[in-house]
């Protein structure tokens, strides 16, 4: 098995499931699909674009030894299909997502920004995605899309244990922060490791933030996670440091 190859195409495959996902994506609303129905009605607003990108996740905000990612991979197959996530009654007025950030060959990490109409509507949003529903959804097709991954690499070796997913903590920030660790147990006839996924949602004001850190063997550096969704925090709304 070439593992490398394996773990950096479900890593993919993760980062197209969520960030791809419908928190605050675009898409051609004449797409008749079904997540094209359930995404946020876009009115957007140049000044909280602005907002949105001083938000998400910078190089900077990284200890040394991380490297941002020149291109995002722009298959955007994955998709949460999630009952909770349907948001076509809410408006996003502002966007944007971070490069992907990457340390080694298996650790990653991501962010997207939303800024919505109003405060209730971004806590809205806050409830669908921290839910359990969610949680259980994204866990399922974490699982569907990571057997495809490893069938598109003819990993025959490759055998993928049942996907899990808990609630871990998560700094006090924002309005409100909630964090979904999932696990990924894959086992061949030389290793067993297990893949970890962290989504971190935080709400403040009218923003909200997803945060995505994804590691092997054991899950992303618990202060290194903290301090980054500490920094992104900081530059939302009702903080001093904008």
């Not at 971190?200 to 980054?228: C, H, M, N, T, Y």
């Amino acid at each position: 098995m070439h593992r490398h190859l394996t773990l950096s195409a479900f890593a993919t495959s993760l980062f197209a499931i969520v960030l791809c996902g419908n928190l605050a994506c675009g898409g051609d609303k004449s797409d008749t699909r079904a997540e094209s129905q359930t995404e946020a009605q876009q009115a957007i607003r140049p000044e909280d674009s602005a907002l949105a990108k001083r938000i998400v996740l910078r190089h900077s905000d990284f200890p040394t030894g991380w490297r941002r990612e020149l291109s995002k991979d722009e298959d955007s197959s994955g998709n949460l299909t999630c009952r909770e996530l349907d948001f076509s009654r809410l408006t996003v007025t502002g966007r944007a997502e971070s490069p992907d950030f990457s340390k080694g060959d298996t650790t990653e990490a991501s962010s997207k920004v939303g800024i919505f109409d109003t405060a209730g509507q971004a806590q809205d949003v806050f409830r669908r995605l921290a839910s359990d529903g969610t949680a259980r959804c994204l866990a399922e097709t974490v699982q569907s899309e990571i057997t495809k991954a490893v069938e598109d690499e003819d990993e025959d070796e490759v055998k993928l244990g049942k996907v899990s997913v808990g609630r871990v903590s998560t700094p006090k920030v924002g309005d409100r922060s909630a964090d979904l660790q999932i696990t990924i147990p894959m086992e061949t006839k030389i290793i067993s490791v297990d893949a970890y996924l962290d989504l971190a949602v935080v709400q403040r004001d009218r923003a909200v933030g997803l945060f995505i850190f994804v590691d092997v063997l054991e899950p992303f550096d618990e202060d290194l996670k903290r301090s980054l969704i500490g920094a992104a925090s900081e530059r939302m709304p009702g903080n001093e440091r904008l």
